[in-house]
C-alpha cells in the first residue's frame, strides 16, 4: 500500500501533530489531489476559517479527512455528507494514520474504469469518453452515471440514487434527479446515446445492458424516455436555473 497524502489548508503550515511524514507517510505537494494512476487522500484542515478548502477537494470527499473539527454534531454531518472521515485535532498521529491507512486501502479497491455501452467511465478523470472524446460531465452527473454503472440492466431507484449519490435520506422538493438525468442525456445525446439512460416506469432508472439476454432496441429511442421525465421536469421549471452542481 502506498502511503501518500495531501495537505489543504487555507492556514499553511502542516502541524508536527498531524504530520503524518513522521510515520513514513510522503507528503504530496502542491495539493495534487490524483495522479495519472491513483487517487491520493486528503488531509484537509477544517480548523476555524479553514473550511473553504472542502470546496476544492470536492468532489472527492470520501477520500478526504477532515481534521480539527471539534463538534460531534459538525463530524456527525460530514460524514453525511460523503467526507471519509470526520477528526477532532486532539487525534494523535497513530490513530491519523490508521484512519488515512483505511482511506488508502478503500481506494486502491476501487476500480478506475466502468464500462457503458461504447463509453468508458474513467475515476479519475471524473468524465467518461467514447474513444478519444470526452463526454464533459460535471461532478454529479458523472457520480450519477458511476452509480448506474455499477449495476448495468438493474433498475436503481430514486431513493437510492439520493442516498448514494446525492446522501440525503429524503424526498426533495426540487427535482435535482430528473434534472441531472435530462442533463447527462443531453450530453450523452451528442454522441447518439441518450438511450443509454432508462428511466423505468415503476421508479428510479437503470444503464441499458445490451448484453442482458432479451434486451431489444425496437421502438426504445431518446424521446421513450425522455417523455417519462417530462412531468416531473415540468413541476419544477426554476430547478434548471437555480440549482447548483455538487
Known amino acids: 500500500m502506498r502511503r501518500e497524502f495531501v495537505w489543504l489548508s487555507t492556514q499553511g503550515t502542516l502541524p508536527a501533530q498531524w504530520d503524518l511524514r513522521a510515520l513514513g507517510w510522503a507528503l504530496r505537494a502542491g495539493g495534487e489531489t490524483q495522479r495519472a494512476d ?10 476555524a476559517g479553514s473550511a473553504l478548502v472542502l470546496r476544492k477537494a470536492a468532489p472527492l470527499l470520501r477520500n478526504c479527512a477532515a481534521i480539527g473539527v471539534e463538534s460531534a454534531g459538525d463530524r456527525a454531518a460530514l460524514l453525511e455528507h460523503g467526507v471519509g472521515e470526520a477528526l477532532s485535532g486532539a487525534i494523535d498521529a497513530a490513530e491519523l494514520s490508521a484512519r488515512m491507512g483505511r482511506i488508502t486501502a478503500r ?28 463526454i464533459g ?36 422538493e426540487t427535482n435535482s434527479l430528473p434534472v441531472h438525468v435530462s442533463r447527462l442525456r443531453a450530453k450523452l445525446g451528442v454522441f447518439g ?19 442482458a439476454e432479451g434486451y431489444a432496441t425496437t421502438g426504445k429511442g431518446e424521446g421513450a424516455y425522455a417523455a417519462l421525465d417530462r412531468p416531473a421536469l415540468l413541476r419544477d421549471e426554476g430547478c434548471r436555473s437555480h440549482e447548483q452542481e455538487g
Open 107 to 134: 481506494l486502491e479497491m476501487l476500480p478506475r474504469h466502468r464500462p457503458a455501452g461504447p463509453l468508458r467511465l474513467d475515476l479519475f478523470h471524473r468524465d467518461a469518453r467514447i474513444e478519444k472524446r470526452w
Open 38 to 47: 491513483r487517487i491520493i487522500p486528503t488531509l484537509i484542515d477544517c480548523r
Open 193 to 211: 446515446l441518450a438511450w443509454l439512460i432508462e428511466t423505468d416506469p415503476a421508479d428510479g432508472y437503470r444503464l441499458v445492458d445490451k448484453s
Open 137 to 172: 460531465l460535471h461532478p454529479r452527473e458523472f457520480n450519477l452515471f458511476w452509480r448506474l454503472a455499477a449495476t448495468p440492466g438493474v433498475r436503481v431507484s430514486r431513493h437510492a440514487l439520493l442516498r448514494e449519490v446525492w446522501r440525503i435520506d429524503h424526498v426533495p
